[in-house]
């Protein structure tokens, strides 16, 4: 059975934004690994044969299917050993847990709160519907609402950031002196944002936005990108 | 020459409060290494013989001394190497990199907010017209300014800690398993807050607070401390 990697898409197919999926798309391309990729909506998740994951990613590989993010990427390491790691072991992996939760609670709803109405406009019709009433529950504001004044809150956003600008101006990556899952994991939040959206997150002289085209480089990227 | 720490020290000599002193003092700890502590004043630090650094902790071991905490737990890794390590090597090294400045930046400036009028209180009344001069500089707002409604701010200090926390939901240290200097490094945070304050910063149930008790027996920090 081929590999096959499960991803969200916008109403253009080509257009894969979800940070969550590009952490595992990096995560296989980190290993060298081949995979087709196949778009789905946020409204055909329940779908997929074969997983009953609420959410993607979804790999499927060897006829078995692994969904979350941080999961395939640990099965990654376990399954192909012998190629450069993604978590590690020991300290090194639970640091990296801790990196991943800082992204997870600090820069994907710092980055939502700028362009969740860029998300929306970008989705396909059949799931603008679900993406509002969700995100505006969780909100409790409209999507409008919660993009407003983006321009001036951006600042702040930025201030938060510090603690990993400051580590990309002591070193290459976060991981060192090569890239490993925390980068790609934070990767993923600022690839989710250029992908659906114009709005400037990063000053272009910003450490971070310096590491970001190093790692757009060292995995190739724009080559993965039909758009 | 016996191996000696300069830390700094309150009004009550016994009383070291200092974050980055108790860095290396864990550190040292960590690494089971004896030492002689030398209580200084902020005001004594220039006149310390044999060290030209502006800031405290200071080691001095075998007719050199070591500044900075980072630096002293770097130089404990390569001269104490057959002992636990502290900082590591690779992407662990990185990695607590990355811990280390999230806690300069958020938690050590988060707590500073929240205690600040409570250090100036606990110092040596030499040191207190310093203290004042700098810090008031510093955050351009007098110090009784600075700490003004704390019991309302705290809420959003706990809130801001969420990474770490989820972080320690998901394993015993911030290190994993066992502690290392990243779990150092917040706990020196924490204790300052508790040497200097009876402010409570966290709930008593907050997984954080769990930790920094695992932390404080598996150093054994009461032993250390003589109040």
Not at 36 to 44: D, G
Not at 189 to 210: G, K, M, N, V, Y
């Amino acid at each position: 059975m081929t590999r096959q990697l499960y991803e969200l898409c916008g109403a253009d197919k080509t257009v894969r934004f979800s940070p969550y999926c590009w952490r595992t798309r990096l995560s296989l391309a980190h290993k060298d690994l081949p995979f087709e990729t196949v778009p789905v909506l946020f409204t055909e998740i329940p779908d997929i044969a074969g997983s009953d994951s609420p959410t993607v990613p979804i790999l499927f590989e060897a006829d078995m299917s692994r969904s979350d993010s941080w999961a395939i990427a640990t099965y990654l390491d376990e399954t192909y050993a012998d190629r450069s790691s993604l978590i590690g072991e020991g300290a090194a992996a639970s640091l990296a847990r801790f990196v991943d939760n800082y992204n997870n609670t600090l820069l994907v709803p710092g980055v939502a709160q700028l362009i969740i109405l860029d998300i929306h406009d970008m989705l396909d019709p059949a799931d603008q519907t679900y993406f509002r009433e969700s995100r505006e529950k969780r909100f409790g504001r409209s999507l409008e609402d919660i993009q407003a004044g983006r321009d001036e809150r951006v600042t702040q956003f930025r201030s938060s950031l510090v603690a990993l600008r400051r580590t990309l101006e002591q070193q290459m990556y976060i991981s060192g002196d090569d890239p490993a899952y925390a980068d790609i994991s934070v990767y993923g939040t600022l690839q989710w944002a250029r992908c659906c959206s114009s709005f400037q997150l990063l000053e272009t002289d910003d450490p971070i936005a310096l590491w970001f085209d190093r790692m757009t480089r060292r995995y190739d990227v724009q080559a993965q990108t039909a758009w």
